[in-house]
């Protein structure tokens, strides 16, 4: 359901960019979220083998393999940008089941779903990776990531400094996207973790880190589609955050209205 959300988000982001509407990028945003619930799947599948000190590292393998397949892919936007999102998908797992197997048969770790496991998070790294791209730029191409166009005295200047991977802000969405796919299992793992309030924590991490890359989004698209996308990564993120809180206490021990210990000295 993740992987399907996913790319029929990434794939209206991408008409709506080639048609000329950016205000179609906040979808990028709802792409990143499905990517994130598949990966929430994912590791917790992987780190039941016991390896829970790897969630943190297996959210930043996820991204290093995701940036590969994302930038590589937006290279094939000069045959079409509709090769991208597919491209980036196919690109990751092959990237992803090459680190597993070097996981497994090179690093000895003989767990036995490593191998489809980080070629999923690779996946999601990288469709992840793409989305939150979109909602920053309003593109996918590599061009327009690489590029940043400024009118002086009417004279048109294309800048690489100041653009998505010049500025770094490329490094912004990787930690964005790592962190919200590693955070929900990290913090709700143990005997009383139960999936739909840590596929919760990951929607509300998700559109946390949409609503920045919203904000960073004024300075590449237009006001319309900038605000578009920060309005609905806030209710996305005010909807999930309650949901969240409500399921916390579902699951949380029982208040007892105990008093205090008193001090040894009283």
Request: aromatic letters at 12%; charged letters at 10%.
């Amino acid at each position: 359901m993740g992987l399907v959300l996913a790319l029929v988000s990434l794939y209206i982001a991408v008409a709506g960019s080639y048609a000329g509407y950016d205000y179609l990028a906040f979808f990028g945003g709802i792409a990143a979220v499905g990517a994130l619930i598949w990966g929430n799947s994912t590791i917790k599948r992987l780190c039941s083998y016991g390896i829970g000190t790897g969630v943190p590292s297996a959210g930043m393998l996820a991204f290093g393999s995701g940036v590969i397949a994302m930038l590589f892919a937006a290279k094939l936007a000069v045959i079409s940008p509709f090769l991208v999102p597919i491209a980036g998908l196919i690109i990751a797992l092959i990237v992803g089941l090459i680190l597993g197997w070097i996981s497994n048969s090179v690093l000895n770790m003989k767990i036995p779903v490593m191998t489809r496991s980080i070629a999923e998070l690779a996946a999601v790294g990288s469709l992840a990776l793409m989305g939150l791209t979109i909602v920053a730029t309003g593109h996918i191409t590599f061009t327009q990531i690489t590029s940043f166009t400024l009118d002086i005295l009417g004279i048109t200047v294309n800048m690489y400094d100041a653009s998505y991977i010049g500025a770094g802000i490329i490094a912004v969405s990787f930690m964005l996207g790592a962190i919200a796919l590693q955070h929900p299992f990290n913090a709700c793992l143990g005997p009383g973790e139960k999936q739909d309030r840590t596929n919760m924590l990951t929607i509300e991490c998700g559109f946390l880190s949409k609503i920045v890359m919203a904000v960073i989004s004024f300075a590449f698209v237009s006001m319309v589609a900038a605000w578009i996308s920060l309005i609905i990564a806030l209710i996305g993120w005010y909807w999930s955050y309650k949901k969240y809180f409500a399921l916390s206490k579902r699951d949380a021990a029982a208040w007892l209205n105990a008093k205090p210990f008193s001090d040894a000295e009283e």
